[in-house]
């Protein structure tokens, strides 16, 4: 019965940390035979979990949504980060999320083993977070994306533009992007017939799912690099390219992620960045102390002559 017990424990942990398994590979893992794992299924189903079975080939046995939350199997490292991740959300930007993450995190410490108590103690006193200024986000707007783009459904929704124009959007959603104060949606926009990225605090509605779409291919690699390019120079009248002689890590202390484009050369930083104007960008990099020289473009190049000759008559 012991042997069982464990047995049925072990293959929850699976079906847990992985959408679909085959009855074959589960039988490898659990080292038993695959009629012994269609044992052990209708087990669980008796005790209240819902396992989907798909036949065929390419089924297999997928662990599903209930009425209520099954008991949750966490290893160490599991447990120790979800609960660091809880203290985290609590001063996070997901509007009604610091409360709910308050409780989950005093039910989460109430029934962690004694061994765990004294490594999250450690790591939660040694972090401080500091609450930027941001824009709330509503819980379920990001519960809608995330489900429509994990069922691949194309998701109507009301959405507010920065000069506060209102309009309706419908778009094939790919990726949700956390850029620390906001959110970002990377979608395939067929209004526009092109690839966007929405602000997720601007949504004035809930997202609704509409037909299933084919998946396109996506406009980068890296779409969380794809974002930051979006709000640090797409919008921007002027797109900038400096190197400045200092070590990366220094120059990320003051410039953030959510300002501009960071990379390393050698001993330098090549920052990329977006701006409106010429003036206010190189009297910030004069402010810096550091210095650098301009890649592009060349109007940037005119503007800091302009201003050093301006400077110059200054000082007499």
Not at 149 to 158: K, Y
Not at 205 to 232: E, H, K, M, N, W
Not at 235 to 251: E, K, M
Request: net charge positive; proline share 6%; charged share 20%.
């Amino acid at each position: 019965m012991v042997e069982t017990s464990a047995r049925l424990l072990q293959l929850l942990s699976l079906l847990q940390i992985r959408r679909e398994w085959t009855g074959q590979d589960l039988a490898a893992r659990l080292e038993v035979t695959e009629r012994t794992v269609r044992r052990d299924i209708g087990k669980l189903r008796t005790l209240g979990y819902p396992i989907n079975a798909s036949p065929g080939v390419a089924g297999g046995y997928q662990l599903g949504a209930g009425a209520a939350l099954p008991p949750l199997l966490l290893d160490d490292n599991e447990a120790v980060a979800v609960a660091l991740g809880l203290a985290t959300m609590a001063v996070g930007p997901v509007a009604g999320i610091g409360e709910a993450s308050v409780r989950a995190l005093a039910k989460l410490e109430q029934v962690l083993p004694a061994r765990l108590r004294p490594k999250f103690a450690a790591l939660k006193t040694s972090i401080s977070t500091i609450a930027g200024p941001a824009s709330e986000v509503d819980p379920e707007a990001l519960t809608a994306l995330s489900t429509g783009i994990a069922a691949r459904r194309v998701l109507e929704f009301d959405y507010q533009a920065s000069d506060g124009a209102a309009t309706r959007r419908f778009v094939e959603p790919y990726r949700l992007v956390d850029a620390g104060p906001r959110w970002y949606v990377v979608c395939w926009d067929l209004g526009r017939t092109d690839w966007r990225t929405f602000r997720v605090d601007r949504l004035t509605s809930i997202p609704r799912q509409r037909q299933r779409f084919v998946p396109r291919p996506l406009p980068a690699a890296d779409l969380a690099g794809y974002v930051q390019q979006a709000i640090t120079r797409s919008p921007y009248r002027y797109d900038l390219q400096v190197r400045i002689h200092a070590p990366l890590p220094v120059v990320a202390e003051r410039l953030g992620s959510s300002t501009a484009q960071l990379s390393g050369d050698g001993g330098a930083t090549v920052v990329r960045m977006g701006w409106d104007s010429l003036d206010d960008p190189l009297a910030e990099l004069a402010a810096f102390g550091w210095d650098f020289e301009i890649v592009a473009p060349a109007a940037l190049r005119d503007a800091a002559r302009a201003m050093a000759q301006r400077l110059g008559h200054a000082a007499g």
